[in-house]
């Protein structure tokens, strides 16, 4: 591979994309960079000045299959060829599954999981025809192991594990790779601007109201302790494209490595007592406490 490849990247817009798409364009990359809403471009281009790097910005909207078709052809006619996608697009729904509606269901899959296809469908062809590529997925730990709270969002990060293990069968006799990345908590905006709370969530008469605001105060912490950056994704997915033999997964983060870890290797039973208990436990505790008036 050659670092005057191009790599286009969903998402771009903040967060985890866009250090991604200045991480790689330092290191040589010809980066599109895609950006749900032409609004958005400026702060991308800020962004990108601010780093001594160039970014190509183009808009793609997951759910709109004429943008995926215009923003891959832009892509590919840069240097002829997309070498890498990074399917980092995604939002996030916050809240109990009686409290979160149809609606809001079928947005979070019809974005992570539908528009995540999409795009990888019209990457494809020009990669085949290449004989070269790489399609890396960012997913979660919270692909692996769900969470209080966050059951629709993992459950779309638990689809795109299952379609990223099958896509790497399907074209490794192409001569492509599909790769995962899985990081940890990051305190990026998918924390404040992007949270994705439900509206029944906030509900103070929803049963699960003070055992999810216990809950998310609970991740509030766990991101402010957190020490995995944005730029320890990029690095990630940087590896993924460039190593000779990439690995199918690349997880993000030691918190996040220890939590797979003891999965795979406690017995379930253990596992779902001390970790899945230690946590209702402390929420049920918060939640049962008198209130401050």
């Not at 995962?180 to 049963?207: C, F, M, V, Y």
């Not at 320890?232 to 000779?244: F, G, K, P, S």
Request: charge should be neutral.
């Amino acid at each position: 591979m050659s670092n005057a490849d191009t790599i286009l990247i969903t998402g771009s817009a903040h967060g985890l994309g866009l250090e991604t798409a200045l991480y790689l364009a330092q290191r040589g990359f010809r980066v599109c960079a895609t950006v749900r809403d032409l609004a958005q471009r400026p702060s991308v281009v800020e962004a990108a000045a601010e780093r001594g790097v160039e970014l190509e910005v183009v808009q793609l909207d997951l759910t709109d299959p004429s943008s995926i078709e215009a923003a891959v052809a832009a892509a590919a006619a840069l240097n002829g060829s997309i070498f890498g996608l990074v399917n980092n697009g995604s939002i996030g729904l916050r809240g109990c599954l009686e409290d979160v509606t149809d609606d809001e269901v079928r947005r979070v899959f019809d974005t992570n999981v539908l528009g995540t296809v999409a795009v990888t469908r019209a990457v494809l062809p020009h990669m085949r025809a290449a004989g070269r590529g790489r399609i890396v997925n960012i997913s979660s730990v919270g692909g692996r192991i769900s969470a209080f709270g966050v059951g629709i969002y993992c459950s779309s990060k638990f689809a795109l594990e299952g379609l990223s293990e099958a896509l790497a069968q399907e074209i490794e006799p192409f001569g492509l790779h599909a790769i995962l990345i899985e990081p940890g908590i990051i305190k990026t905006t998918r924390w404040t601007s992007n949270r994705g709370t439900s509206a029944g969530a906030q509900n103070p008469d929803s049963p699960y109201y003070q055992l999810f605001q216990a809950s998310e105060a609970f991740a509030d912490r766990l991101v402010e302790r957190s020490k995995t950056q944005p730029m320890d994704v990029a690095a990630a997915v940087h590896r993924a494209l460039t190593v000779d033999k990439p690995k199918m997964r690349y997880v993000v983060g030691r918190p996040a490595s220890v939590v797979v870890v003891l999965r795979r290797y406690v017995p379930e039973r253990l596992f779902e007592r001390l970790y899945f208990g230690t946590f209702l436990r402390r929420i049920r505790a918060t939640a049962a406490a008198p209130q401050p008036e």
